[in-house]
């Protein structure tokens, strides 16, 4: 099967360190792993790749220059166009694979012109993110391309239960299959040894991910704050970076806790299984939102590791981690339980020992990206013979 990855999204750095990066890349190693020729076709690729992907065919497509918003938005908007043409240029493909953006529709469009699957990702509700967090000028034209791009589509793809509810305001819910992100599990072997050597009479809790605000960060200083009054030899690991670094920092040290607390700063996903060995416990204390909408990787990874759990009962983190058995649910923005339950797991080795166990062995059953990948050809696959509409 001969497929075109799609990413025309000028905000993901394809070998970058950014989730939505990582994301990308395992889809495409996953895809090639089922036996499937994949062709990337970007905006942002100037990274070299890594050694795994370094054979892969990459057509660039043209950068948006950083220009006022507005510009941009019509710049990006215009390269539709040339998207096209790539992809007829190209030569003939089996599917399209695209990760919604805010402006691209050609793909979608000329999958459908062609008799061919045209599946589309979508990670999240981008026009009511871009406008609330970056700033949306042309949202009229934003809800055209969506309304285009998922129309056009043979299937959307939702990677939470989340953004499903979001689609069937555009298409009917048979139109959208959940499917959650998954976890590379060549990369977290049983074996690894941590990269910061854990000592004896410590308990190390974790954290990964970019230091954003509705990540709950200050939810987790706050509770870690409560586990340390009442076991000094708590440590916190913070693997990430983000604009609320100095924030953390700040009420750390204002709380006199800077001391045990280590910020590793931005790393590799090569150094992510390493870190992972270090923690006890691992954390998401995401906050209270009506909206939730993610399918947090970092959760994934945490559970691939074999490490006990400690997360929001919030969106798709219900369905992923099973209470007691293969993680620990608090209510979210409820710090005063997030700090209970670490104690909790501090208390009894036997039960993150158990936990731990128990989510490794799910994640590995039910959430790789292999089958991912799986899910995805079969979707092509049923797409494949049926007549198109437009």
């Not at 043209?62 to 938005?73: S, T």
């Not at 215009?78 to 529709?105: K, P």
């Not at 799986?374 to 013979?385: D, L, M």
Request: proline letters at 6%; glycine letters at 6%.
């Amino acid at each position: 099967m001969r497929i075109a990855y799609i990413c025309a999204d000028p905000g993901i750095p394809i070998f970058g360190q950014k989730g939505c990066s990582i994301h990308v890349q395992e889809v495409i190693r996953a895809l090639r792993h089922q036996g499937a020729h994949v062709e990337l076709f970007a905006v942002r690729c100037d990274d070299p790749p890594p050694e795994d992907l370094a054979d892969l065919t990459i057509h660039r497509l043209p950068p948006i220059p950083k220009l006022d918003r507005a510009v941009r938005e019509q710049a990006a908007l215009s390269t539709n166009d040339d998207l096209w043409r790539e992809l007829e240029q190209a030569g003939q493909f089996d599917l399209f694979y695209e990760r919604y953006s805010l402006w691209s529709y050609s793909a979608m469009e000329l999958a459908q012109q062609q008799h061919i699957p045209g599946i589309l990702e979508v990670n999240a509700p981008l026009i009511e993110e871009q406008a609330q967090y970056r700033g949306l000028i042309h949202q009229d034209d934003a809800e055209q391309v969506a309304r285009r791009a998922f129309q056009a589509a043979s299937q959307l793809i939702a990677v939470s239960q989340g953004v499903k509810h979001y689609l069937t305001n555009w298409v009917d819910a048979e139109k959208v299959q959940v499917i959650p992100n998954g976890v590379n599990e060549y990369r977290f072997s049983q074996n690894i040894q941590p990269t910061i050597p854990k000592e004896a009479d410590t308990f190390t809790v974790g954290f990964v991910g970019s230091l954003k605000p509705w990540h709950g960060l200050s939810h987790l200083v706050n509770a870690f704050s409560r586990l340390h009054e009442r076991l000094p030899q708590s440590r916190l690991l913070i693997v990430g970076d983000g604009p609320q670094r100095k924030d953390m920092e700040a009420e750390l040290t204002r709380q006199g806790l800077q001391s045990v607390v280590h910020f590793t700063g931005a790393v590799s996903p090569e150094q992510i299984p390493g870190l992972l060995a270090s923690m006890d416990t691992a954390v998401a204390p995401y906050p209270d939102n009506t909206d939730f909408y993610f399918s947090p990787l970092k959760v994934v990874e945490y559970m691939a590791a074999g490490l006990p759990v400690v997360v929001s009962r919030i969106g798709q983190l219900t369905y992923l981690v099973d209470d007691n058995v293969t993680g620990l649910l608090c209510s979210p923005g409820d710090e005063a339980a997030l700090a209970t339950a670490l104690e909790r797991l501090w208390q009894s080795p036997t039960l993150r020992e158990c936990l731990g166990l128990m989510a490794r062995q799910h994640i590995l059953t039910h959430h790789t990206w292999n089958g991912v990948a799986r899910q995805i050809i079969a979707i092509a696959q049923s797409h494949s013979e049926l007549p198109v509409y437009g």
